[in-house]
């Protein structure tokens, strides 16, 4: 069982450069999220979705877009890629939470650097 | 908005329980708290979350006060391994979003 995978783990872009962050879980979990960490902070939460074909914003998705066409991938673009969207990428996902409140499983990250 | 105010970092001695505070005074009644902790850099874990009650498992003890304005994580013997950043976290039951704050940087002293 991978649980959450994300690809690629690291990454050098040129600003104006676009590019996707992959994501997918073999959990078959509805709901999956995209945060980004900067140095010295907390998660802040990108873009979120509860299943299938509905996607919403978080607190930063300026810049960002998503879309969820299978409950296993939630991929996560950049459109043009800017020097203040280096950071680190984390996607989670769970189940609903009407379903015992399952918490949240974590990939690993994509570390991302715009020059 | 993390609706959550943890002290930004704590000491603890090895073998000795830790104690990690958090506040949620504006929780609303159909929330639930969260405890995640992030060693370096990699992909937060889960600890542990409850609604009203205390709550046990293989790793913590969560105590909420009747009140639900604040936590407690408790680490009953704290390990090196222990040393990391924990993050408190309220969550609506019916949504999808988790707020992060900056947490408490946790230290354990050999």
């Known amino acids: 069982n991978a649980g959450v995978t994300q690809t690629p783990k690291f990454q050098v872009l040129k600003t104006g450069q676009s590019m996707t962050l992959q994501c997918a879980q073999d959990?078959?979990?509805?709901?999956m999220s995209w945060y980004r960490q900067d140095p010295g902070m907390g998660l802040r939460l990108i873009h979120y979705?509860?299943?299938?074909?509905?996607?919403d914003q978080g607190e930063v998705p300026n810049g960002y877009n998503v879309s969820r066409s299978t409950t296993e991938d939630f991929p996560l673009r950049l459109l043009s890629a800017a020097p203040s969207q280096t950071s680190v990428y984390f996607c989670?996902?769970?189940?609903?939470?009407?379903?015992?409140?399952?918490?949240?499983?974590f990939g690993d990250g994509t570390r991302l650097s715009i020059l | 908005d993390a609706k959550t105010t943890q002290p930004t970092s704590m000491d603890c001695a090895e073998g000795r329980a830790a104690n990690l505070p958090c506040n949620h005074s504006?929780?609303?009644?159909?929330?639930?708290v969260y405890w995640y902790r992030q060693i370096h850099s990699q992909g937060p874990q889960y600890i542990i979350h409850?609604?009203?009650n205390n709550e046990t498992n293989e790793m913590a003890s969560l105590i909420i006060t009747e009140d639900r304005k604040s936590s407690t994580l408790i680490l009953p013997h704290a390990t090196l391994r222990d040393t990391a950043v924990y993050y408190c976290?309220?969550?609506?039951?019916?949504?999808?979003?988790?707020?992060f704050g900056t947490g408490t940087s946790l230290t354990v002293i050999p």
């Open positions: 989670a996902s769970s189940p609903p939470p009407g379903q015992s409140n399952q918490p949240q499983h």
């Open positions: 959990m078959n979990h509805e709901y």
């Open positions: 979705s509860v299943g299938a074909g509905i996607t």
């Open positions: 504006t929780i609303s009644g159909n929330e639930y």
């Open positions: 409850g609604l009203k």
């Open positions: 976290i309220v969550r609506v039951n019916t949504g999808n979003q988790f707020y």
